[in-house]
């Protein structure tokens, strides 16, 4: 297993615990639950945005920009269905 392959499972790992959390927040019963699993999603996400920026840092997750021809397809796509 090299470098990337490892952190990419860590990314992966990374976003279930994010979804996990913030789900506990959304089903959470006390203010006091709800704050808690509010800051544990962050520094999850946290956490996570800093893996991913070390992966596209290294060219291991690239991601491409979206040109305005689309952004605008999808503009007009979307303002239709309102």
């Not at 979804?19 to 704050?35: F, Q, Y």
Request: charged share 15%; net charge negative; proline share 4%.
């Amino acid at each position: 297993m090299n470098d990337k392959e490892i952190m990419e499972g860590i990314l992966l790992t990374t976003k279930g615990v994010c979804d996990l959390l913030m789900h506990g927040s959304v089903e959470s019963a006390t203010p006091r639950v709800h704050e808690a699993f509010n800051q544990s999603l962050n520094d999850a996400l946290c956490m996570q945005n800093g893996i991913y920026n070390q992966m596209a840092g290294r060219g291991w997750y690239p991601s491409d920009q979206a040109q305005p021809q689309q952004i605008q397809q999808v503009r007009q796509k979307y303002a239709a269905q309102g």
